[in-house]
């Protein structure tokens, strides 16, 4: 479980990732909210974002309308600040949980642990036939054998069965999995699709090409 902590307190973002260490989660950590959308940018594979409000050069509240733009990551706010008002913005703009300073660390683990369960249901692996995805250990096997997939065509496979039987279009794919800032086209995704489906072997053909429209991940 990889964990970012943006405070510009370094004693706070230090409580926090002892905490989390104990967990076995991974932690990045940011100082202030332009750093926070950087460290998203360069690991797509965040599983959630623990964020302060007030912070220098960009506060939480902005810092996270911009990360839920480049990916659709669990973020849980943290403040000092205990106002109906500030619980309410952070909400409107799509955090999944708040909670306000000084808080126990032992809590803030629980509230992780909720925000994750919710929001990924208890889901840790996907398995069809011999293909298995281990999500926590972010690992893709077919017959007990890894498949060496590129971080882009892992998040790519996610999103796909995690959305099982919908189908995606370029655009949809762009927007969730590159950002909205990227500028590419969709070539981008046919060529990843390619690389995705060649690495899945005999279940290639998961991936259904929707025509006119994208791609969709069916079962038989």
């Known amino acids: 479980m ?3 902590v943006v405070d510009d307190e370094k004693l706070i973002r230090d409580v926090i990732k002892e905490y989390a260490y104990a967990e076995n989660y991974e932690v990045l950590e940011a ?3 332009l750093d926070a959308i950087e ?3 360069q690991n797509p594979n965040i599983d959630i974002v623990i964020m302060d409000i007030m912070m220098p050069k960009l506060d939480g509240y902005s810092a996270s ?4 733009k480049i990916h659709d990551i669990p973020i849980i706010m943290l403040s000092a600040r205990e106002e109906e008002y ?11 949980d708040y909670i306000t300073k000084p808080f126990s660390p032992k809590e803030l683990i629980a509230r992780i642990k909720a925000v994750l369960k919710r929001v990924n249901g208890d889901l840790e692996q996907y398995i069809y036939e011999d293909l298995e995805i281990n999500y926590k250990a972010h ?10 997939l590129t971080p882009k065509e892992y998040e790519l496979l996610c999103y796909f069965v995690k959305n099982q039987n919908i189908a995606l279009s370029r655009e949809q794919l762009l927007s969730k999995l590159w950002g909205y800032d990227f500028f590419g086209d969709d070539r981008t ?8 489906r060649n690495n899945l072997g005999k279940y290639r053909d998961l991936i259904v090409t929707v025509r006119g429209m994208g ?3 069916e079962t038989k």
């Open 189 to 196: 995704i046919d060529t990843h699709i390619k690389m995705l």
């Open 86 to 96: 500030d619980k309410l913005t952070g909400f409107d703009i799509g955090i999944d």
């Open 31 to 33: 100082e202030n909210g």
């Open 39 to 41: 460290k998203v940018k």
């Open 65 to 68: 309308t911009e990360i839920k």
């Open 139 to 148: 690992v893709v096997k077919i017959e007990g054998e890894e498949l060496k």
């Open 2 to 4: 990889k964990v970012l």
């Open 215 to 217: 791609y969709k991940f």
